[in-house]
């Protein structure tokens, strides 16, 4: 047991691997088995993690969530700013430049309003609830945005890790919702060409929650839809920490 | 090679997070200023230099689309150490927050999708491209 408990502590970030995989495995079990593919795979995973974080900072009493269980010092690692900041820069690969050219001006006024009117409704509820310093108002604006965004920018401007973890969780939640509540709202909101499907990838934004709500609503519109939104984060990670932090900065005045 | 694929990445955001401090610096504030944007910006125009000059390989794509694909659980190992205890002391922010900003949006589309000749649906291309196959096994047989 000791020898097991060594090895463990010295191969932090294999552990890591291995409880994310295994949480990722259960969760696209879940998502495919008890929803039939309503709610995606990804963010019951992240819904999950969050959980785990809940649990393991309730037992241990630290800020560090899962990355405070002794064994478990390796999620820290795998989920800190370097692997992160590494995996996201890599998914820039995949954007197909002449088809993302054919998505067109509608395509970047939606990604435009797409980013702003949710960081401007985020930043106005966190006022309400009574943050006032530019950097948790511009983290917990971009958490509205999307659950990447918001971490991103909370790390670039140095957000309390609380804050981050709000700004994960409100995008999350808004995820989710889309994903859930793309199909009842599909008619109502014109989305039945691949025109609309891209004004709602860049609007909407988080690749996970497009995908997965138009994977419910119709599949054909699938790629259209996450053509838009895999521009979303992109932007957001580069709007965010700056200009609109900028923004944010020059009106509290601090 | 896999490896320059993963050395590719490793540069492009090396050097994005430079610039973002760069950025941050010339701007006065005390933060990385979009450097993960600019480390994107970098490794698209890579892609499109490398596809130009025939320098792009499979090991090369290999490499990059391995982190790519990494990125979700690397999400979830993030959300697993956050301080989400503190965050569910603020709980109600959440729900009004997310809810907000879906609805906002969804109305957004509503409105844009609105604006302009609206385009064919998926039903529609499908019988055009049907019909479309149709008429050129006719003009072959023919």
């Known amino acids: 047991m000791e020898a097991l408990a060594k090895l463990l502590n010295a191969n932090g970030l294999l552990v890591a691997f291995a409880v994310v995989g295994l949480m990722m495995w259960t969760s696209y079990f879940i998502s495919k088995r008890l929803t039939f593919g309503r709610i995606h795979g990804s963010a019951i995973a992240i819904l999950m993690g969050l959980a785990l974080a809940f649990v393991g900072g309730v037992q241990t009493g630290g800020q560090k969530g899962m990355a405070d269980l002794p064994m478990l010092g ?4 795998m989920g800190g700013a370097m692997l992160r900041d590494f995996a996201i820069v890599a998914t820039a690969f995949e954007v197909d430049v002449v088809l993302a050219k054919r998505a067109g001006l509608i395509g970047a006024i939606a990604l435009g309003l797409g980013t702003l009117l949710p960081f401007v409704l985020g930043v106005g509820v966190a006022m ?6 530019a950097i948790s108002l511009t983290t917990l604006g971009a958490g509205a945005v999307t659950y990447i965004v918001g971490p991103v920018t909370g790390a670039a401007l140095g957000a309390d890790s609380a804050v981050i973890a709000l700004s994960i969780a409100t995008g999350v939640f808004k995820a989710v919702l889309v994903m859930v509540g793309t199909p009842f709202v ?3 909101i014109g989305l039945d060409n691949p025109r609309s499907a891209m004004v709602f990838g860049g609007l909407m934004g988080t690749v996970s929650g497009v995908s997965g709500g138009l994977a419910a609503t119709d599949r054909r519109l699938v790629p259209y839809g996450a053509l838009t939104a895999t521009f979303h984060t992109g932007i957001g990670c580069l709007v965010a920490p700056s200009i609109f932090y900028l923004i944010v900065k020059a009106l509290m005045g601090n | 090679m896999t490896i320059s694929g993963v050395a590719l990445l490793a540069i492009c ?4 997070n430079y610039l973002g401090d760069l950025l941050g610096i010339a701007l006065g504030v005390k933060a990385n200023v979009g450097g993960v944007g600019l480390a994107m910006i970098l490794l698209i125009s890579a892609r499109i230099w490398l596809v130009k000059s025939g320098l ?4 090369l794509k290999m490499g990059v689309e391995l982190w790519g694909s990494l990125y979700i659980p690397i999400v979830v190992a993030m959300a697993a150490t956050q301080n989400v205890v503190a965050a569910v002391k603020a709980g109600p922010l959440v729900l009004i927050a997310g809810t907000g900003s879906i609805i906002l949006c969804f109305s957004a589309v509503a ?4 604006i302009g000749p609206k385009g064919e649906t998926m039903d529609e291309i499908e ?3 049907a019909h479309e196959r149709d ?4 003009a072959k047989g023919a």
């Open chain 2, 13 to 16: 955001t090396l050097l994005g």
């Open chain 1, 74 to 77: 390796g999620m820290g690692l």
């Open chain 2, 127 to 129: 019988a055009r491209e």
């Open chain 2, 56 to 59: 792009f390989s499979h090991g």
């Open chain 1, 128 to 133: 309400a609830f009574g943050y006032h310093d």
């Open chain 2, 135 to 138: 008429a050129l096994a006719a």
């Open chain 1, 186 to 188: 599909a008619k109502l």
């Open chain 2, 111 to 114: 409105l844009i999708s609105r």
